[in-house]
């Protein structure tokens, strides 16, 4: 088995829509080890959660895998069927979505959902399973088991049923837990119980986290490693602190101009970035953040940049990070 | 549940009393009457005919009159069928409707729901856009024409069954086909629609990241979820249809209730005309109770209050 848990290699992966060819990931590379938390940031479209479904095998028509590999957990998740994807999804691998309200079948009970994912895939018997969803429920912090299962999710608070949806998910104590912007639906006090409560299950249960989110304060407090996405590429990619305290990418340091900080002078103005996400349809020859870039330069149009590596794992696809080389270059 | 019941069939009765009313008033106030035909009856015979059914007294005293035996359960007598009560009347020809507008609707439903499932799993593929078109045409061609190709085809042309009567079970098929044609592409389209709705729900996407299979994925978490629409229309479908298509009915010569409705009203017979608007209107209220407790079944976010 190798080092990693997750290893992505090179995956480009498009949606072949009415409209034509939606160029949704462009050779996204991803690496978790076990126990390890990645973060991926970037806007609406960037292709952060097709990254996390395809490695579910949830992109199916009119998604196709158009190359690179897939590795997870010792499978090979582009020569796998769709009968042994089964066997993982829900299993080895879980999933909590970004609105809890709609996520849960409003027509059976929390009970019901829980053991649903117990029934399929462990061959404990009824009662073994009605106590393991009352422990789960115990576990993401839900008092009251055993009223709460009879009820339906239309009789809980958002919060609550967001719990439900990572009790669910951690039924079967995943190796690695994919977290689709599990907090943009929730109440920010309500954010950060949910978030502290997926870090304490984290270290008890040893798992790895793939953290899908657009809030930078997210990924700063949970992240060992982060991604930054655009456009259906990974435009930077580092720890936690290359990526917050020595960004190399333009896209990274424009997110990071335009959230608040704790430390900043009274009157100053957040930086937003201009302009609009590219057209996947029809992406851009050279860097697709260079219609919107602040230094764009006459290369950043024509060609798309190399991989630039600081450190062992820090590393960006910017023109910039290559200037003093090519200017360098240019002189002799 | 049971308060809520009550008040329902509170509710049910004063509906039932509103439409018999506006059905006694609006019927003798068109122009007319039973006894009235292209042969002159003597002014003598029709005083005496008229004072027989009590029709020489003011209207409002009819109308009392008609509501209290009504309330005991007498609907009078048909005033065009010697010697036959309208209850008589009902008890007789209901269940043949019955039968076959029970089979009919049971058809609609069985055939109809699982096209509609499938055609919604295989959107845009051609199966899909056939059944589209045939579900299509199935609401679009009336029953009158469906009844008589299909008695053509295969009663006068392939001879394969008898076409009139009810003598045996055979002679089932083709009324029941025909009256089941536009429910089952109606309920085929509901199906597919409300499914297509359904399928790309978030909670759609929960399911199949559980590792659920499709077929359990669609039988369990879909299927409860898309059916609503289809048991709302199959509330007033099973009313209308157990009571009898005057057409279908005529074509296959089916002696149902169907007859009676359109009969009664040009044959004026007062009575028959409240009783078979009565008995419609209380099983279309029955239904509409039954579809919302089905509702609460089915759906427990939905409150009968």
């Known amino acids: ?332 | 549940m049971a308060k809520y019941i009550v008040k329902r069939i509170g509710l049910a009765i004063v509906t039932i009393w509103v439409v018999a009313t506006l059905t006694f008033f609006l019927m003798n106030f068109v122009p007319g009457g039973p006894f009235l035909s292209e042969k002159a009856v003597s002014p003598k015979a029709m005083a005496a005919l008229e004072e027989k059914y009590g029709l020489d007294k003011p209207l409002w005293e009819q109308y009392v009159t008609y509501m209290t035996d009504a309330l005991h359960g007498d609907f009078g007598a048909s005033l065009k069928q010697r010697g036959r009560t309208v209850m008589s009347i009902i008890t007789s020809k209901f269940p043949v409707s019955a039968r076959v507008g029970g089979l009919a609707v049971l058809a609609a439903f069985c055939i109809g729901v699982p096209l509609g499932c499938f055609s919604a799993m295989n959107r845009g593929k051609a199966l899909d856009s056939f059944i589209i078109v045939v579900a299509t045409f199935g609401i679009a061609v009336p029953s009158f024409v469906v009844g008589t190709v299909l008695m053509y085809v295969f009663s006068v042309r392939l001879g394969w069954v008898s076409s009139l009567g009810l003598k045996n079970w055979t002679n089932y098929i083709l009324p029941v086909t025909a009256l089941a044609f536009y429910p089952t592409a109606y309920i085929t389209r509901l199906m597919r629609s409300s499914m297509l709705d359904v399928l790309g729900q978030d909670y759609m996407r929960t399911a199949r990241a559980k590792g659920l299979n499709q077929i359990i994925s669609l039988f369990k978490h879909a299927l409860r979820n898309a059916i609503l629409p289809v048991v709302t229309y199959m509330g007033p479908l099973l009313a209308y249809t157990v009571t009898g298509s005057f057409i279908v009915e005529k074509i296959f010569t089916i002696p149902g209730l169907g007859g009676e409705f359109i009969g009664s009203i040009s044959n004026r017979d007062y009575t028959v005309i409240m009783g078979t608007t009565i008995f419609l209107a209380s099983l279309i209220v029955l239904m509409n109770v039954v579809v919302d407790i089905a509702y609460k079944l089915i759906d427990p976010r939905i409150k009968l209050k």
Not at chain 1, 145 to 165: A, F, I, N, T
Not at chain 1, 235 to 261: A, M
Request: proline share 5%; net charge negative; aromatic share 6%.
């Open chain 1, 1 to 332: 088995m190798s080092e990693y848990l997750v290893n992505i290699e090179h995956e480009r992966l498009s949606f072949f829509t009415p409209a034509g060819e939606v160029k949704a990931l462009n050779d996204v590379s991803i690496r978790i080890r076990e126990g390890e938390v990645l973060g991926i940031v970037g806007e609406s479209g960037s292709g952060k959660s097709v990254t996390a479904y395809s490695l579910m095998g949830l992109t199916a028509y009119p998604g196709k895998l158009l190359g690179g590999t897939l590795d997870f957990n010792g499978h090979r998740i582009n020569d796998m069927t769709e009968k042994q994807m089964q066997k993982i999804r829900g299993n080895e691998v879980s999933i909590i979505f970004q609105d809890p309200m709609t996520s849960l079948n409003p027509v059976f009970t929390i009970g019901n959902q829980i053991r649903e994912v117990l029934k399929l895939h462990t061959d404990k018997s009824k009662s073994e399973i009605q106590d393991r969803a009352r422990e789960l429920l115990q576990l993401v912090g839900i008092n009251e088991p055993d009223r709460r299962l009879k009820q339906y999710p239309h009789e809980l608070s958002g919060g609550m049923r967001q719990r439900v949806m990572i009790a669910i998910a951690l039924a079967c104590e995943p190796k690695l837990l994919i977290a689709d912007e599990p907090t943009t639906a929730l109440d920010v006090t309500i954010q950060a119980q949910i978030l502290e409560l997926m870090m304490e299950l984290k270290d008890k249960l040893g798992m790895a986290i793939m953290m899908i989110t657009h809030d930078l304060g997210v990924v700063a407090s949970m992240c060992d490693h982060i991604a930054v996405m655009y456009a259906g590429n990974i435009v930077e990619y580092g720890e936690t602190d290359d990526i917050f305290y020595n960004p190399k990418h333009e896209y990274t340091k424009g997110l990071l101009r335009s959230i608040p900080r704790m430390d900043s002078k009274e009157h100053e103005r957040l930086v937003p970035i201009e302009g609009t996400p590219v057209d996947l349809l029809n992406p851009p020859k050279g860097c697709p953040f260079a219609s919107r870039c602040d230094q764009c330069m006459r290369i950043c149009l024509r060609e798309k940049a190399p991989v630039t590596h600081f450190g062992e794992t820090h590393y960006s696809t910017c023109w910039m990070n290559q200037k003093a080389e090519l200017e360098g270059g240019k002189r002799q």
